[in-house]
């Protein structure tokens, strides 16, 4: 399994278009939100297959990064504790 770091902005933010977004990276099963707009997922798919896959629910003007990630990794303050946990125990 891969993990891939997901980072996304859209060019209007907007609730009724996040919401959903953040249920089609859900159904990827094994993820972690990072910050509002990025997170890591673990997943057979290639970087590509998830960039497309997600794009579907992106409009005009929005940007999506999709990209490899391993451990070692490190951040201050940008997650919480369960989150940082589980990234910790998580990445390899």
Same mark, same amino acid.
């Given at each position: 399994?891969?993990?891939?770091?997901i980072?996304?902005?859209f060019?209007?933010? &907007?609730?009724?278009r996040?919401?959903?977004?953040k249920?089609?990276i859900?159904?990827?099963?094994?993820?972690?939100f990072?910050t &509002?707009n990025?997170?890591?997922?673990?997943?057979?798919d290639t970087?590509?297959m998830?960039r497309? &896959?997600?794009?579907?629910g992106?409009?005009?003007?929005?940007?999506?990064?999709v990209?490899?990630?391993?451990?070692?990794?490190a951040w201050?303050t940008?997650v919480?504790?369960?989150?940082?946990?589980?990234?910790?125990? &998580?990445?390899?």
């Open positions: 399994m891969k993990q891939l770091i980072i996304f902005e060019k209007v933010e &907007n609730l009724h996040q919401v959903p977004f249920e089609m859900r159904k990827y099963g094994r993820f972690a990072i &509002n990025s997170c890591v997922i673990w997943t057979d970087a590509a998830v497309d &896959n997600l794009k579907t992106m409009g005009i003007g929005d940007k999506i990064f990209g490899g990630t391993s451990a070692p990794a201050v940008s919480g504790q369960e989150v940082s946990d589980y990234l910790q125990k &998580n990445l390899k």
